[in-house]
């Protein structure tokens, strides 16, 4: 079989389009199974070792965020978001719905950003799109920064707190959504809201998790 180098036509062909159970104004080209959705990943693009498809699932912080977004859209009205470490683009989705003035989508993955671009089409709203780790780079300009499930590893953890600090120092607004992942910066977390959001249970310890809404302060 000749490797299909095409995320795009990739992620049309193994994902179906469904609405997300936490923020049903949303429609994503999501998976039914993860493991087999990462396994025709390896096989079709001829490649092991890659990433796991975050960007086919809609997670727990990431409809929390959505869902917080929708119901207080003064919170990102006119102003510049960046949804950092997107997966699948709902975040930056729901801000650019919610009245955003730009949205800056940025991920590692060059499938993300496939999915994202996808998406943000369904949805009839643009994004701009970024494969970086931004984390090493100068923080980017934005009024508001989005971070959905990004504390599920030290290392993460570690590198995306830096870069945090250096948002803050500058002014810029951040907003966290997590279920309790394992490295959640408790201690600096001010709580916003708080959901019962449904997710896929193969991918967590649970088919609905309490995931919460914070606000990140300065050391």
Known sequence: MTPIKDPI??????????????????RLHVADEAMVLWQKTEDDLGELGLAPPFWAFAWAGGQGLARYILDTPDLVAGKRVIDF?????LVGIAAMMAGAASCHAVD????ALAATGLNAELNG???SLEMADITASPPPE????FCGDVFYDREMADKVLDLMDRLLDRGTDILVGDPGRSYL???RLTELARYNVPVVGALEDNEIKRTR????AKK
């Open 213 to 216: 809404v914070f606000r990140m």
């Open 185 to 187: 910066p408790k201690t």
């Open 85 to 89: 470490a997107c997966g699948s683009g």
């Open 108 to 111: 590692i993955d060059p499938f």
């Open 142 to 145: 934005a009024d508001i920064v």
């Open 125 to 127: 709203v643009i994004l």
């Open 9 to 26: 036509d990739f992620i049309r062909r193994e994902t179906r389009i469904k609405p997300v159970p936490h923020a049903e104004e949303i």
